[in-house]
């Protein structure tokens, strides 16, 4: 997998602040951007996205390019419907061969290995046959695994990215979307640090989990944050070291 921040928001921390600004002031949008300080506009949003007011986050946009993840990745990552995705189709794109995501457990597991590979082999034999036939492309791809890799250009608001991390970052994800989230999450933080300082799985922005019976076990319960007796460290242990180390394939 790879992925790419290739463009965003000139200004993608200071923009959120003037939009918040300009809710409360006299002066229009152009002329709190040329007067506001950078403290000024970082103190705003941290306040009001502190208070869920996250409605002027959306002025910020991120675009990235995503390569190399599966069909089965980038089915779940298009049911975040707030964001703009163009995928490479596979009408249009004939394959000369099948490239395809393995999982890990199925890497790391010999016999596993052997009846994935037997199966993509066979997929691929039967698109290059239909095709042979003189069946188009758009429907020798029937044919296809979910593990069939894909590319696509993916278009996020912070706001619709604050809420894919909550989910997607949360380690009840599947565990690619969860590794994509991370490098996701490690771009964006390098260009707005404080639209995004609290961004990270749902617990991380919550301080404690809401999975009830399924909690993983990092994040504090809410009962444990009531009594004075919640561990906060391991949650942000954890999403520091995703961001390090995003290919962890768990
Ligand atoms: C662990 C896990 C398991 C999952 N299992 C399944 C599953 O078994 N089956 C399945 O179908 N999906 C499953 N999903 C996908 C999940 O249900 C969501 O479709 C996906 O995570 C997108 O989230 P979203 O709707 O919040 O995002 P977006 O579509 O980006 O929406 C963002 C927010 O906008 C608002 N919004 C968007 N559209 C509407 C609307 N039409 N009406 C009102 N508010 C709206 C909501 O507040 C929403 O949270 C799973 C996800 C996870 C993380």
Not at 69 to 96: D, G, M, P
Not at 211 to 233: M, Q, R, V, Y
Request: hydrophobic share 35%; aromatic share 10%; with cysteine.
């Amino acid at each position: 997998m790879e992925v790419n921040l290739i463009s965003y928001t000139i200004d993608c921390d200071k923009i959120p602040g003037v939009a918040a600004f300009t809710s409360c002031s006299k002066k229009n949008p152009y002329e709190l951007y040329n007067t506001k300080t950078k403290k000024d506009t970082d103190d705003f949003i941290k306040r009001v996205v502190a208070y869920g007011h996250h409605s002027v986050i959306e002025h910020s946009n991120f675009t990235f390019s995503i390569s190399g993840i599966s069909r089965a990745c980038s089915h779940e990552l298009v049911r975040h419907r707030i964001a703009s995705y163009t995928q490479q189709s596979q009408r249009y794109v004939k394959f000369n061969e099948l490239d395809v995501v393995v999982p890990p457990k199925i890497k790391e597991n010999k016999q596993a290995k052997k009846i994935f590979d037997d199966a993509i082999k066979k997929s691929a034999d039967a698109y290059q046959k239909l095709l042979d036939l003189g069946i188009k492309p758009e429907d020798a791809r029937f044919c296809f695994p979910n593990a069939t890799k894909t590319n696509l250009l993916v278009t996020m608001n912070a706001r619709s990215l604050m809420n894919f991390f909550a989910i997607r970052c949360c380690r009840r994800a599947q565990w690619e979307i969860h590794n994509l989230a991370y490098k996701m999450l490690k771009l964006v933080k390098e260009k707005a640090p404080v639209v995004f300082e609290k961004a990270g799985a749902s617990c991380l922005q919550k301080r404690y989990c809401t999975e009830g019976a399924l909690c993983c076990g990092l994040a504090p319960t809410f009962d444990e944050i009531k009594n004075g007796t919640a561990n906060e460290s391991k949650i942000k242990e954890y999403t520091d070291k995703m961001m390090e180390d995003c290919d962890l394939e768990k």
